[in-house]
């Protein structure tokens, strides 16, 4: 489970053959996009985490931070960088000082 709320839906069509082919299954499924627009006008507290390197992905950076890798993709919002492929070797990496205030507000 992703987010607390979170909505899922089954694919079955035939648009859909290489699941059976290549995965041997007959359906999907697929994640809902989370509506992010209550985190709009939202103040949340930046700490200065440092400089993306080599190696480092939002996950490793979360756990490194918080002891806890599930609050990645807040990282991620904070930067507007919603993927590890969004930064580059030099960005500043900004976290937020309190992850859950985000989470609660989404209702992960």
Known sequence: MRYKNEEK????????????SKHNRETAIIYRTIDFGALRDTQVA????GIWR???SLRRISHDAYNDASFWWT????????TDQHFKIGDKIYIPAQPDVLVNIIGE
Not at 46 to 49: F, P, S
């Open 54 to 56: 080599q190696g480092h």
């Open 46 to 49: 930046l700490i200065e985490y």
């Open 9 to 20: 839906a089954r694919l079955r069509s035939i648009n859909y053959e290489l699941l059976d």
């Open 75 to 82: 990282i991620g919002l904070v930067n507007n960088k919603p």
